[in-house]
């Protein structure tokens, strides 16, 4: 069949878009593409607007096209991105102009603000009239304010190049379309227009870690094609919500430009395909570019190629009992099942792949335990994190004992203190009967970093600071999240979610920070539950610790609480968030009242509480002391795009959001990161909502029962 064929089959736009790199076409025949090397880009490039009429009467449609000039090249434009900007009082978008075989989307989420964001795409070359868009007038002189601001364009080999926007607006030229037929375009108008046979399967399960899965396939079919095209198009635009559809795997497999080559994102692999300079992520034009030249054939050096860690399920599967005799590695390619508590005695180091999955017994209660001065080396990646869950077959929380590390840093309380002195106590966890405790500050137990624990806890014992624990999820814990007794472990990007009791409680002298945290619970205990020492609370060291950025979610309900702080403890909490949970803020008991000197809860944010500050009569008023001036704190919905979606949370700020601005900085002590200017755990959303939060992609999330 000839290229001629109609442009509703996805191999008619094969045809249509290699037109220019010498294919043949014939139906059923072997495709050759001649691919010539590059010599250079074009430039200079420049954009301007034209209008089919350029005094229409109010009432009317015009249209109005995005044109690109660009010099001949052997590398020629195959994107462009950037808005067209107009009076909303002169002129309402109406939708716009098919062209196939270019892919033209539209973001028309700030219409009303006279913006509307678009990426236009043609891997074999994109024409001049790169969009066409179509508005009603409104008012005279409509041509006044409207112009293309910020566009950017990208060349079949993915090079940027530099476009320069022309002020003039001329007359339409060539064949005009009829105004009357503009419409709003989506995915399943451009997959109609463009690849009507294959249809958007609404049915798959909700997951992104799919073995076999490419980059590219983001609609996760086992092809890459202009489906694919379509939904990157539409996120890179803001039409489509990033995470907001958990049957696609849109920021893995969606996101492949910059290439960043040689490495694919394997382990050790410092600059994985779609990281930014600046070490973000967005979905942007270089990605819709890339995918559309692999889905015709054009071959990609990353498109198409199988994510590290997701080209085969695991293999093999070996049960652990007992004590680990010696160091010992737990590889990616089985399953390792832990059968009644196993430990990782001292001296000892259990390491552990990126990507491998560790299972523990339901019937023998299989857990982890790793005793004072064992190592645990659980490292994964973004692409490949480490998943500790249990072998049942219908999973549910507390169907294994979960993981406790125990180290020999400071507690405030066992033996060998009384009357409030610091001495080296030691205790006993009661689910493995470790002791933990000591005088060792800097201990270090190993390091926890892209690490899921699902429906099991995760107790950190007397931890050292020397301990890393970075980049983790606890999910679905039938008690605590993480417990935290004494020590002064430091986290950084913890996603705590569903948990039966608190997403995080400390005790026993715990003086560590944390940054970046996330508590998104289904109901249960509080997000933050602190204590100093129940039988001295003056026992010192006093539980102290210093949070900065957390995002406190409770289910929409307002069941569950916020922050919860008894027996004496302090607390330093600022650039946070507390969206309905419960009571917000509650500072309970005589001992804890003494400590509101120490207790510093400031510049955040309070919305939806059952009220957000504890209205008790006790020693304090919480109202009084939340809302003080001078502790900066504000009663005010912090607008995070989708925080009760607990299948595929979006806890960015959005458009407007009074969390985009206004952090304190964090203090300069080699943990913290100092430059964050936002509120909460999570960076605000970029204007069209396509760059990349940290923890999307490698954890979980969860609907019904957790």
């Known amino acids: 069949m000839p290229c001629s064929m109609r442009y509703g089959s996805w ?184 690849a009507p046979a294959r249809l958007l399967n609404e049915e798959r399960v909700p997951g992104q870690i799919v073995p076999g899965l490419r980059y590219g396939d983001v609609t996760l079919n086992g092809t890459i094609n202009v489906l694919d095209v379509v939904m990157v198009a539409n996120v890179a635009v803001g039409f489509a919500d990033l995470l907001g559809n958990p049957s696609v795997d849109m920021v893995i497999a969606g996101n492949v430009a910059p290439f960043n080559l040689p490495g694919l994102g394997e382990v050790g692999d410092a600059l994985p395909p779609g990281r930014n300079a600046d070490g973000t992520f967005t979905i942007d034009v270089l990605d819709v570019v ?68 560790i299972e523990g017994d339901a019937a023998t209660r ?120 004494g020590g002064t472990a430091d986290i950084r990007n913890a996603w705590i979610t569903s948990s039966a009791a608190a997403g995080l409680h400390w005790d026993d002298g715990w003086v560590g920070r944390i940054q970046f945290l996330v508590l998104q619970q289904s109901g249960g205990g509080p997000a933050l539950h602190g204590s100093n020492y129940s039988g001295d609370p003056n026992a010192g060291p006093r539980s102290n610790p210093q949070i900065y950025n957390a995002t406190l979610i409770g289910p929409a309900d307002g069941a569950g609480g916020g922050i919860f702080l008894e027996n004496g403890t302090a607390l330093t909490l600022r650039d946070a968030i507390v969206l309905r949970s419960g009571v917000g803020l509650n500072i309970d008991g005589a001992a804890t009242c003494a400590q509101t000197a120490a207790i510093d809860v400031s510049v955040s944010l309070f919305s939806g509480g059952t009220p957000d500050f504890a209205d008790d009569a006790d020693c304090v008023d919480e109202f009084a002391y939340g809302t003080d001036a001078a502790r900066g704190n504000s009663l005010v919905d912090p607008a995070l795009i989708a925080p009760f979606n607990t299948l595929s949370p979006d806890l960015r700020p959005g458009a407007g959001s009074p969390a985009s601005r206004g952090g304190m900085s964090a203090p300069s002590n080699g943990f913290f990161d100092t430059t964050v200017p936002y509120i909460g755990a999570v960076e605000p959303a970029n204007a069209v909502a396509s760059n990349v939060p940290w923890y999307a992609g490698w954890t979980r999330g969860w609907t019904g029962a957790p």
Request: proline letters at 7%; charged letters at 15%; a neutral charge.
């Open 11 to 194: 191999r008619a736009l094969a045809c249509s878009l290699l037109m220019a790199t010498a294919v043949a076409c014939d139906d059923g025949a072997r495709t050759d593409i001649l691919k010539p090397t590059p010599l250079h880009v074009p430039g200079p490039v420049s954009a301007h607007l034209e209008a089919s009429s350029l005094d229409a009467p109010v009432g009317e449609r015009i249209l109005v096209a995005v044109r690109i000039a660009a010099s001949p090249s052997d590398d020629p434009l195959a994107g462009v991105q950037g808005s067209v900007r107009f009076d909303p009082a002169r002129l309402r978008l109406v939708g716009q102009i098919a062209e196939p075989p270019t892919l033209a989307m539209l973001g028309d989420a700030r219409a009303a603000e006279g913006i509307t964001r678009i990426v236009s795409v043609n891997a074999g070359g994109l024409p001049a009239r790169a969009a066409v868009l179509a508005f009603q007038i409104l008012a005279p002189n409509y041509l006044e304010g409207l112009r293309c601001d910020s566009i950017r364009a990208a060349t079949r080999t993915l090079r940027t190049v530099a476009v320069s926007s022309a002020p003039e607006i001329a007359r339409m030229d060539g064949v005009i379309p009829a105004a009357d037929s503009a419409r709003r375009l989506g995915v399943r108008e451009w997959n109609a227009l463009l």
């Open 366 to 485: 299989g857990a982890l335990s790793v005793a004072r001065g064992g190592r645990l080396h659980a490292v994964g990646t973004r692409l490949q994190p480490i998943v500790f869950t249990c072998n049942s077959a219908t999973k549910a929380p507390g169907c294994w004992g979960g993981i406790d590390v125990n180290g020999f840093s400071l507690l405030n309380n066992g033996s060998g203190t009384s009357g409030g002195q610091i001495g080296c106590p030691e205790k006993s966890w009661p689910s493995s009967g470790a002791t933990y405790g000591g005088c060792l500050i800097q201990d270090n137990s190993g390091t926890l970093r892209y690490v899921r624990v699902e429906y099991a806890g995760l107790a950190l014992l007397g931890v050292g600071s020397g301990t890393i624990v970075d980049s983790f999820q606890v999910h679905a814990s039938p008690g605590d999240g993480v417990f935290l007794s």
């Open 290 to 357: 890339a995918i559309a030249n692999e889905g015709v054939g054009n071959d990609q050096p990353v498109v198409g190629e199988p994510i590290p860690g997701r080209i085969a399920s695991p293999t093999g599967r070996v049960v652990v009992t007992d004590s680990l005799p010696a160091d010992r590695t737990f590889f990616r390619d089985t399953i390792y099942e832990l059968h009644g508590t196993v430990v990782v005695p001292g001296s000892v180091t259990l390491t552990i792949e990126p990507g491998t999955r």
